[in-house]
């Protein structure tokens, strides 16, 4: 099992910056990917970026390149989404996922954080 909590949501405005956290607990080897996906009001889930944990490596969707940054905290097993420049289209409830580099879909989820911004 696998625990994944998130924080660090909230309301600001359009322009501003939020970091999300998501803390990582539980039966995890070194070799896994964690990723931020957001799910809108009458959207669909979609992903936003993911981090390989043991070598760093990124990937985002392209509406938040160049704005947002995923980083891992080795000793806090916390990954974070640095989100800059916010615009009210990012506006969603983001969740932290967890998947094992073997395997192709997501096998834990987070409870999700509201991210509102305003105009």
């Known amino acids: 099992q696998v625990q994944l909590v998130e924080s660090g949501g909230g309301l600001v405005h359009a322009g501003d910056s939020l970091r999300l956290s998501c803390a990582v607990s539980?039966?995890?080897?070194?070799?896994?990917?964690l990723g931020w996906f957001r799910q809108a009001p009458g959207k669909e889930r979609e992903f936003v970026s993911h981090i390989v944990w043991h070598s760093g490596a990124t990937n985002y969707t392209d509406s938040v390149k160049g704005r947002f940054a995923i980083s891992r905290d080795y000793a806090k097993n916390t990954v974070y989404l640095q989100m800059n420049n916010l615009k009210p289209e990012d506006t969603a409830v983001y969740f932290c996922?967890?998947?094992?580099?073997?395997?192709?879909?997501?096998?834990?989820w987070g409870q999700g954080t509201q991210v509102t911004v305003s105009s």
């Open positions: 539980g039966r995890t080897s070194s070799y896994y990917i």
């Open positions: 996922a967890f998947r094992t580099l073997f395997q192709p879909d997501y096998l834990y």
